[in-house]
């Protein structure tokens, strides 16, 4: 069984909080500390001692950075927090998988939202799945997510807060042990990869996403590679060679399908930009290489992609792209009429992918339990909700 280690609170954050820094780029951070009176001439240095204590050491109080005057501390403590997200729940699914649900504040207008993250401990390694947008506008037929309603983006400071929680919770800030100045090491980590596979397009998120994997994969903070960062995208083409050029990291596609006209009914972004031209913009992908290929990522819908002759299509497709194929396992949700392919079959077209030379991984479906898997995001948190309001409407009814 899953644990749930904290209790859903009742009463959301309704009071708007001040601005974080966590997600703030280093310009932002220089403005943040002239506000409170840094002149400009010591504000380089300072930048680089907050980004010091926010990323290598993971602080979560003004009092911790003990480099850092104590009036200036006091000053910063009174206009800004650092920022972190509040832990709704937290589940440890039987196999290592957690899963959080995250409240951030809000802060200046928007009302406070709840989003998912998703961390997978494997051998070697351990990947967080992080979201981009509370919700999706893209309505992808077979995910869960797509059916939510509301939808915003989420900011550089709600993306970056994600991975900042998670290493807390995790224990995964080396620098908090190591010497002043000492860089976060880059092996041993709990969160050695990031991928951007949570709710939501991170295209359509693109410049809060830029900024929040710049902070991820800042060498002066928390340093992760490039290597190890992948976005997925359903395929919004005119941003893909932006994400190349000015992100740099992994690209993964959710093709999931070898014709338009299926295409069209699972991905309905496929309708604007159709399969060719998709395919056209991964070729041109800048950075592209054998040791840099593009993942694809293809669900397995009983009777809708999976034949053999889908396969030998899928092959075809993709000659001369370096590529790599993820197979996933349809992780079914509730009120959903798609079913997984039956392993045997899984099993018969990763063959066919595999003699045409491609790696063609199965994903393990992973958290099954905790509803972790992959566009299963969501129904947790609105069975949370409905718990809430009966808990609430119990109450209620008790203080009658
Ligand atoms: N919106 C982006 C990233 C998030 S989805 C995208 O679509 O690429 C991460 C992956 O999970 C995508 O490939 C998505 O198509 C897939 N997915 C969505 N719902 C799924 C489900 N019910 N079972 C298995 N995979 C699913
Ligand atoms: Fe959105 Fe991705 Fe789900 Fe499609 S698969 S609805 S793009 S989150």
């Given at each position: 069984m899953s644990a749930i280690l904290n209790a859903p609170s009742l009463?959301?954050?309704?009071v708007p909080s001040k601005p974080a820094l966590?997600?703030?780029s280093r310009a932002e951070l220089g403005d943040a500390l002239g506000t409170v009176g840094v002149p400009e001439g010591q504000r380089k240095m300072r930048v680089a001692q907050l980004w010091h204590w926010l990323?290598?050491?993971?602080?979560?109080?003004?009092?911790?950075?003990?480099?850092?005057a104590k009036d200036l501390r006091a000053r910063l403590a009174g206009q800004f927090v650092i920022g972190r997200p509040e832990i709704v729940t937290e589940q440890i699914s039987e196999d290592g998988t957690r899963k959080w649900l995250f409240r951030f504040p809000s802060r200046g207008a928007g009302r406070p939202v709840e989003i998912e993250t998703v961390y997978i401990p494997e051998e070697g390694r351990g990947t967080l799945c992080i979201s981009s947008?509370?919700?999706?506008?893209?309505?992808?037929?077979?995910?869960?997510?797509?059916?939510?309603k509301l939808v915003r983006n989420l900011t550089s400071e709600e993306i970056v807060g994600q991975l900042m929680l998670a290493r807390d919770r995790l224990g995964d800030?080396?620098?908090?042990?190591?010497?002043?100045?000492?860089?976060?090491?880059?092996?041993?980590?709990?969160?050695?990869n990031i991928v951007m596979?949570?709710?939501?397009?991170p295209l359509y998120n693109f410049d809060n996403v830029k900024q929040a994997l710049a902070i991820a994969g800042d060498g002066d903070g928390i340093g992760l590679s490039r290597r190890r960062i992948t976005l997925s995208t359903s395929g919004v083409v005119p941003m893909i060679p932006r994400t190349g050029e000015e992100m740099g990291v992994m690209l993964a596609i959710?093709?999931?399908?070898?014709t338009d006209e299926t295409r069209d009914r699972l991905v309905p972004l496929n309708k604007k930009y159709p399969i060719a031209e998709l395919l056209a913009a991964c070729r041109a992908y800048?950075?592209?290489?054998n040791a840099r290929r593009i993942t694809f990522e293809y669900v397995m819908l009983k009777g809708v992609n999976d034949s053999l002759a889908d396969a030998r299509q899928l092959v075809k497709l993709l000659s001369g792209i370096p590529a790599k194929i993820n197979l996933i396992p349809f992780n079914p949700w509730p009120g959903t009429d798609y079913e997984c392919s039956d392993w045997e079959q899984i099993e018969r077209f990763a063959d066919v992918v595999n003699r045409a030379g491609y790696a063609s991984?199965?994903?393990?479906?992973?958290g099954r339990d905790i509803l972790a898997?992959?566009?299963?995001?969501k129904s947790e948190s609105e069975r949370i909700r409905i718990r809430e309001r009966m808990a609430m409407e119990a109450m209620i009814a008790g203080a009658d």
């Open positions: 009463s959301p954050s309704s966590v997600g703030m990323y290598v050491r993971g602080a979560t109080d003004f009092d911790a950075m003990t480099n850092v947008q509370v919700g999706c506008t893209l309505s992808c037929t077979f995910c869960h997510t797509g059916t939510q800030h080396p620098g908090q042990v190591a010497r002043e100045g000492a860089a976060v090491p880059s092996t041993g980590r709990l969160v050695s596979m949570g709710m939501g397009e959710s093709l999931h399908a070898v800048p950075g592209l290489s991984p199965i994903r393990t479906p992973r898997a992959c566009g299963q995001l």
